[in-house]
Every structure is written in structure tokens, then in C-alpha cells.
């Protein structure tokens, strides 16, 4: 009965190195997974900052943009006028120069 007993207790101290064993070697893979599921988010975080600081500059771009096109806008605007009152002086002149003529 004691022999059968000692046998139960050294199956046991086996059974629990063996869970000691293999608790440990979970514990590892998962430490593993964890280190590299977080090393995944942090380039994805790099990624994400690096995106950021491109739309930044695409839409400071965009607004300096937006305030050349405003600018060339009103001088083309001014410039036509100018032009236009250029015309009226021209045709003035010439129906003067035309009245002149005939007179």
C-alpha cells in the first residue's frame, strides 16, 4: 500500500513539473505574441503620425495655394479692368481723331 501510495506521489510531482513546464512555455509563447503584437502597433502608430504630418503639409499647401490662386484672381480681375478702360480711352480717341477728320 506504501509502495502505491510513493508511486502516486512521484506520478504526481512529475504531473506537476510537467504543468510547470508547459504553463512556462505558454507564458513564453504568449509574452512573444505580445511583444510582437505591440511592436505592430507601434509601426502602425508611426505609420498613422506619418500620414498626419503629410495631410498637414498637403493642406498648409493647399491653403497657400488657395491664397495665390485668390491673389492672381484679383489681378487678373484688375488687369481686365484696366484693360477694358484702356479700350474705352482708345475708342474715345479714335471717334475724336474720326470727328476731327470729317470736320
Not at 505580445?34 to 498648409?60: C, D, G, P, T
Amino acid at each position: 500500500m506504501e509502495s502505491i501510495a510513493m508511486v502516486l506521489a512521484l506520478v504526481f510531482v512529475f504531473a506537476v513539473v510537467a504543468a510547470k513546464v508547459m504553463t512556462t512555455q505558454l507564458i513564453g509563447h504568449m509574452s512573444r505574441q505580445i511583444s510582437q503584437v505591440a511592436s505592430v502597433k507601434q509601426e502602425a502608430l508611426n505609420r498613422l503620425k506619418a500620414a498626419q504630418s503629410q495631410k498637414m503639409v498637403v493642406e498648409k499647401s493647399k491653403a497657400v495655394f488657395d491664397k495665390k490662386k485668390t491673389k492672381v484672381v484679383k489681378a487678373i480681375g484688375r488687369l481686365k479692368k484696366e484693360m477694358q478702360e484702356f479700350k474705352e480711352e482708345e475708342e474715345a480717341r479714335r471717334q475724336r481723331s474720326e470727328a476731327r477728320k470729317i470736320s
